[in-house]
């Protein structure tokens, strides 16, 4: 399981997106993470386990995952704080 320690090692949050902070072969740092899933929501891909970007902003932010989170807005895309 993913750490608010390890995440923010990994990645920077802006504006509701996550931007890889090194390189990784064809990714360069700076790189945009995560693409939609077939339900819509973007998900992200760290250590070969995929993870629900919203779920990862609430980590990163509040330092736990919780099991569920409403996007209150109901678009499945927007992960702003």
Not at 62 to 71: K, L
Request: net charge positive; charged share 30%.
């Amino acid at each position: 399981v993913i750490t608010q320690e390890k995440l923010k090692e990994t990645f920077d949050y802006k504006d509701g997106e996550f931007y890889t902070k090194e390189s990784r072969g064809r990714l360069k740092a700076g790189f945009k993470a995560g693409c939609k899933t077939k339900r819509g929501y973007i998900a992200i891909r760290i250590d070969g386990k995929p993870y629900l970007a919203h779920r990862l902003v609430w980590l990163y932010h509040h330092g736990y995952m919780p099991p569920m989170i409403d996007h209150i807005d109901n678009n499945k895309t927007n992960n702003k704080k």
